[in-house]
């Protein structure tokens, strides 16, 4: 499987950031998929997650800011955020994993990253 985000560039605080990750086929639809970002000096955070029946949960840096979703006919899953802050500037990347006994585990599946800068 491989992962392609695209979506990240310069964003003004307050706008809107639309971020997609395309898989290279369609096994991913039996998978929870997970969107991360690390910034510099800090380590990988997970961000948000939407498991195989579309069940979604978020860090509480983006809870109600954020929406990740999927596209199961395009092989795709989007994070969406709102109002972003210069805070959020990172590589975001997005992966594969699997959901049970109430949490995320990623899997060795990861997009090349995507980097999102927030800056007036």
């Known amino acids: 499987v491989q992962l392609v985000e695209s979506g990240g560039g310069l964003v003004l605080p307050g706008g809107s950031l639309r971020l997609s990750c395309a898989a290279s086929?369609?096994?991913?639809?039996?998978?929870?998929m997970a969107w991360y970002r690390q910034a510099p000096g800090k380590q990988r955070e997970l961000l948000a997650f939407i498991t195989s029946g579309n069940s979604t949960n978020y860090a509480d840096s983006v809870k109600g800011r954020a929406t990740i979703s999927r596209d199961s006919a395009k092989n795709t899953v989007y994070l969406l955020m709102n109002s972003p802050e210069p805070e959020d500037t990172a590589v975001y990347y997005c992966?594969?994993?699997?959901?049970?006994?109430?949490?995320?585990?990623?899997?060795?599946?990861w997009g090349q990253g995507t980097q999102v800068t927030v800056s007036s």
């Open positions: 086929n369609s096994i991913f639809r039996e998978y929870a």
């Open positions: 992966n594969v994993g699997a959901y049970y006994s109430g949490t995320y585990h990623p899997t060795g599946y």
